[in-house]
C-alpha cells in the first residue's frame, strides 16, 4: 500500500491526511495517470487536502490533474486552515494559498483552483448526504472521515452510504479513520470488500487505526459511473477565439488535448469580445436564484484566472463594482449582513457612496469580489497556454463526420472552409462563435439553438482634468460607468454603456445610429451618476444629439440565449458525437465564459463539476434539443 510513499514524508508528515493517503495506496496508485480524484467526507481544517496536494507535488510521476471534493456541514474559515498547518511548517505555503480563497463559502459547491488550474479543490458546503446524492460525483479514492461518517457506519445510514457507493467506479479505494473505521459491515452491505491482509508498509501502522476497502460489488452497478473511465485527450477544434472560446481552448490544454482554435478575425477577441473593458460582478436576487448562484461561480472562477493570467492594475483590476438599486430593493437576501454572504455583497458604505458622488441615503449595494478586465488581453493569454494554436483569418464553412485514417481509428469532423477544403480535423469540435454557430448546424441539418442577437455600442473617451474625479471603481444600475483605466502610452479612461438592441445584428452603425447611442449612453450616466455626467459633459455635444470627437464608440454584435443562460455541452451524443457546443454568454461574458469553459472541459471527462448539478443542468444544451435528442438521464 505504501509503494511510492518514500521519500515523502518531509511533504506529508504523520498524522491523520498521511494515513489517509497511505490507506488507499497513495501516491502509488495515481502513477502514470491523466487525473485522479478524492473524495473527503469530512473537510475540517483542510489538512487533507493539503497533504495530497503535497503528495502530488512531490511526486514525478504525478497524474496531469489532481481533483479533490471535500464535504463540510459548514464553510471553512481561512483562520482554522492557517492554524492547523501552523503545526506543520512544510505545509504552510500551501495553507496561505488555500486560505486566500476561503471566503463567501456559501451553501452549495465550490471551485478552488491551484498550480494553474492542474490542483482542484471542489468543496461541498452543506450537507453531506443530500450533496452526494445530487451531485454524480465519480471518484477514485474516498477519505471517509469524521463524525459525521462516524454516524453513517455506526447506524447504518443505508441512504447516506448508498450514496458514497454511488461516487464509485469499480476499483475505488475507500479507507475510514476513526470511530468509522469499525464500519465494515455496513460498508459490505453497499458493495465494498475489505481487505483483510495488514498494511505491508515497513513504516509503523498509522494511528488511529485504519479500514481499508475497495468497491467491487458483486452486482452489476446501474449507470454509467460504474465503470466510469475518464476522456482519454485527443484533438480539438475549437470554432470562435473570444472569451467563450478561448476559455474552453485552455480548459481542455490543461488536460492533455491538442486543441486548434478558428477564427475569421484578423486577431483574437475580433467580436464582442474586443470590448475596450468590461465588468465582472454577481447578480443579486432576494431568493439567490440560479442566475445569482451561477454568477457568483464565474465571477470566482474569473477572479483565479485573471489573477494567474493578467497584469493587475493593467488588465484587469479586483476593484470592487458599485451597483446602484431601485429605491428600497437591494436584492441581498436576508441572511447575508454577516458570514459569507457580505463577503460577496453588502449594502454600500458612506465612504463607497462618497467616492461615487451620490448621497448617503441612497440605494446602492458594494460588490467586493467584481471589478473590470480587458476581454482581448485575458482572451490573448488564455490562447498562449501551451499545447494550443491559434488560425486568424479562416472561415469556416462546413462542418461533417468522417472516417478515421486507421482501419481502427474512431471517425473525425472535418472543418471545411467556403470552397470545402478541410482545414482542420479532429474528435472534438467545439462551437463558441456566438451566433454564427446556427449557420454550422444548419449546414449539416442538426437543430438550431435559441440564440438571440444584441447589438450594443459603449461609449468611451480620455479622461482629462475635468474628469479625472470620476469613481475608482466600476459603477453600473441603469447603465453602467468604467473609469480610470490605464491607456497605453499612459493617461486613463472612462467607459460608458453600452446600449442593448435585442434582435438586432447589422454593423457598422450608421452615423445616425451611432450618435443616437451615444446620446442613450450619456442619459443613462445622467440618471445613474449625475456628478459623473456633469464632469464628462464636455465631452457630449451640448444639444444632445450627437457625440463631438472626443467620443469614441466601440460596436458590437452579443448573443444571448432567450432564457439569457449560456449553453454548454454536447449538441447530440447520438447523431453528432464529438460535436459541443458554449455559447450565449450575452453582456455578461466576463462572468461567466471562464466558469463555462471548464464547465465543458468537466463535463466531457466526467469530473467532479465547477457548479452544483442543477446550474449545470440549467446552462446544459440539453435544455435546447429537441426532446427526442435529449441526453438520457441516470
Known sequence: ????????????????????????????AWAGQNQWRILETAWGDGQSFLRSWAAWLADAKRPRLLHFVALSAEAATAEAVLRAAARHPELQSLAKALAEQCWGLLPGVHRLRFEGGRVLLTLGIGDAPTLLREQAWTVDSIFLSGGVAAQWVQQAQAHALKALARCCR???????D?????????????????????????????????????FEP?????????????????RCVVIGAGVAGAACAASLTRRGWQVQVLDAGAAPAAGASSLPVGVFAPHLSPDDNLFSRVSRSGVRAMLQQCGELLRAGVDWCASGVLERRPAGHLGLPADWSAGPGADWSQKASAEILLAAGLPQEDSACWHARAGWARPARLVAALLAQPGMAWRAEVQVAHLQRVPGQASDAAPVWQVLDTQGQPLAQAELVVLAAGAACNALLADINAPLLPLQPVRGQMSWGRQNAQSAGLPPFPVNGNGGLVAQVPMEGGGHAWHMGSTFERDVAHLPLTEDERAAAHVSNWLHLQDLLPQAATALQS?????????????????????????????????????LPGLWVCTAMGARGLTRAVLCGELLAAQLHGEPLPVESRLARAMSSERCLPKTAQIPSH
Not at 469499525?182 to 501502522?205: N, Y
Open 1 to 28: 500500500m505504501a509503494e511510492g510513499f518514500d521519500g515523502l514524508d518531509d511533504a506529508l508528515p504523520t498524522g491523520a491526511g498521511a494515513s489517509l493517503l497511505l490507506g488507499c495506496g497513495l501516491p502509488a
Open 170 to 176: 469499480r476499483g475505488t479505494r475507500l479507507v475510514a
Open 178 to 214: 476513526g470511530p468509522a473505521a469499525a464500519g465494515g459491515a455496513a460498508l459490505a452491505q453497499c458493495g465494498f470488500q475489505m481487505d483483510a491482509a495488514p498494511d505491508s508498509s515497513p513504516k509503523p501502522a498509522p494511528k488511529p487505526a485504519l479500514l481499508r476497502a475497495r
Open 218 to 234: 458483486d452486482w452489476e452497478p446501474r449507470g454509467p459511473r460504474a465503470n466510469a473511465q475518464a476522456t482519454r485527450p485527443m
Open 539 to 575: 465631452a457630449f455635444d451640448p444639444a444632445g444629439s450627437a457625440a463631438v470627437h472626443s467620443v469614441q464608440a466601440w460596436a458590437s454584435v452579443r448573443c444571448t440565449a432567450r432564457d439569457r443562460l449560456p449553453i454548454v455541452g454536447p449538441l447530440n451524443p447520438t447523431t
